[in-house]
């Protein structure tokens, strides 16, 4: 293999954050039991977040961003993995902490890594990518609560059109759930629709806050926005309604109050797609592989190579990414 290879490295000076391609030598990758090809990456919000020196996300430069990968492993000496091995990594603040998918090699610990499932290769896995592994176990959350598609009603999308979103509501609709679908995005609403979506709500309607219960409306709901959205759909979850939360993209804070958890019994259930367990992580990927159509994956997937990753970076910050962006990292 080659001694030196290609990659987006951030540096920081004067506390601005700048990112350039360089350069990179094998050696100078952090510690970890196998090293991998990496193949595909994918662009998160995240990522957006960390390309412009957002969100004190990283606190060591330089640094190689990049928040989930697929590839080949190179070597291991791990003997849950050989040469050959195709390979997932999502979270573990990979990207944030130790360096992550946008360099064409990265050596990892072996327990941060996954399989490829039987029917699944290295673009669609990545094509569906962190967001999407965050959808699965939103997905399964609901069911663990007891949700299934015979129950009378709407599972709520909100961020329906971004990547965990979009991936939900394939996923939902899938299965035999009817979904309705929150976006602000008018020109989106075909894109949900095709999707599954069995309706399409505009985001300005679920924002008020102010009142702590409204009339039941949802059943089951997958949150990726967070702040007002996510109070607001507390309020009209029916009795015994079950959340799952997942994105703080409308920011940290909630002013909700418990009056939905007392008087409706509502269950709100956070979703960490970073410290997931080893048999969860598996069991999700297996059920994407499964489970999620591939042939609507690549309807709603743009792909880019990593050379031109730079500008992407500030759509997603602007919502101006729609579906799921893949990276070819060996176009660098």
């Known amino acids: 293999m080659k001694k030196a290879f290609r990659g987006l490295v951030l540096t920081q000076q004067d506390k601005t954050v700048q990112a350039g391609f360089q350069d990179i030598a094998i050696e100078d990758l952090p510690e970890g039991e196998v090293l991998v090809r990496v193949d595909w990456s994918t662009l998160n919000y995240k990522d957006g977040m960390i390309l412009n020196g957002l969100g ?10 990049g928040v989930d990968f697929a590839g080949e492993v190179i070597s291991s000496d791990d003997p849950r993995y050989a040469p050959g091995d195709q390979v997932i990594l999502t979270g573990w603040r990979v990207g944030e902490a130790h360096w ?7 050596r990892v610990n072996a327990d941060w890594l996954v399989p490829m499932p039987d029917g699944l290769d290295g673009a669609h896995a990545m094509a569906i990518g962190t967001a999407g592994f965050t959808s699965m176990l939103a997905v399964m959350a609901l069911e663990e609560q007891g ?3 015979d129950q009378d009603g709407e599972v709520l999308v909100t961020g329906a059109a971004g990547g ?18 929150s976006t602000g995005r008018a020109d989106t609403h075909d894109y949900l629709r095709g999707l599954g979506a069995t309706s399409i709500i505009d985001r300005e309607a679920l924002t008020d806050a102010s009142k702590p219960l409204l009339s039941e409306r949802w059943f089951g709901a997958i949150d990726s926005v967070g702040s007002t959205t996510l109070a607001h759909v507390l309020s ?12 703080l993209a409308g920011g940290p804070d909630l ?16 979703i960490d797609s970073v410290m997931c367990p080893y048999e969860k992580r598996v069991t999700a990927w297996k059920r994407l592989a ?12 743009t792909k880019v190579g ?18 799921r962006l893949l990276i070819d990292v060996q176009d660098c």
């Open 164 to 181: 965990v979103g979009s991936v939900a509501v394939s996923i939902l609709a899938n299965l035999g759930y009817r979904v309705a679908a």
């Open 56 to 65: 004190r996300l990283v606190r060591q430069y330089p640094h190689v961003p």
């Open 236 to 247: 009209e979850m029916k009795y015994h309604g079950v959340v799952a939360a997942c994105g």
């Open 100 to 106: 992550g998918g946008y360099a064409q090699y990265a």
């Open 147 to 149: 949700l299934s598609p």
């Open 306 to 323: 990593l050379r031109d990753i730079l500008p992407w970076g500030e759509k997603i910050l602007k919502g101006q990414v729609r579906g």
């Open 290 to 301: 499964q489970e999620l159509p591939m042939a609507q994956l690549d309807a709603v997937t």
């Open 255 to 270: 002013p909700a109050t418990v009056i939905p958890f007392l008087l409706r019994g509502v269950r709100l259930i956070g």
